[in-house]
């Protein structure tokens, strides 16, 4: 995994990390076994996943938070036919960036120490 500079924005969206791309950066900047930078990105992973699957937010400094938000039943409508469907209500995942990560990818500096 390479680090992202500003020049790079353009080609940003070709460009996919994988869990093996975390796996070689911890690998390159930790020094373990391959394997064993694996099994700790599958346990960060893991880790994160399991909370959000429980309700909880998590919040990585410097980075966003994940949060849950429950969106109630409502109508919706199936474009082709025009039919309204009722849509079930469900839980989704969000993402909210810091402000931290919102300065870096847009290529300032960070705005102060506080972060989301």
């Known amino acids: 995994m390479q680090s992202l500079r500003q020049n790079d924005a353009p080609n940003i969206s070709q460009r996919t990390v994988t869990r093996a791309d975390l ?8 020094g373990l076994s391959r394997s064993e930078c694996a099994d700790m990105v599958e346990a960060v992973l893991a880790e994160i996943s399991a909370a959000i699957a429980n309700g909880e937010s998590v919040r990585l400094s410097s980075f966003g938070s994940f949060l849950v938000r429950s969106k109630g039943q409502r109508l919706g409508r199936n474009p082709k036919t025009g039919v309204e469907v009722p849509i079930d209500p469900r ?4 993402f909210k960036a810091s402000n931290v990560m919102k300065a870096h990818v847009n290529g300032g500096p960070p705005d102060g120490a506080a972060d989301d």
């Open 23 to 30: 796996a070689d950066a911890v690998f390159r900047k930790v």
């Open 91 to 94: 839980r989704v995942i969000v």
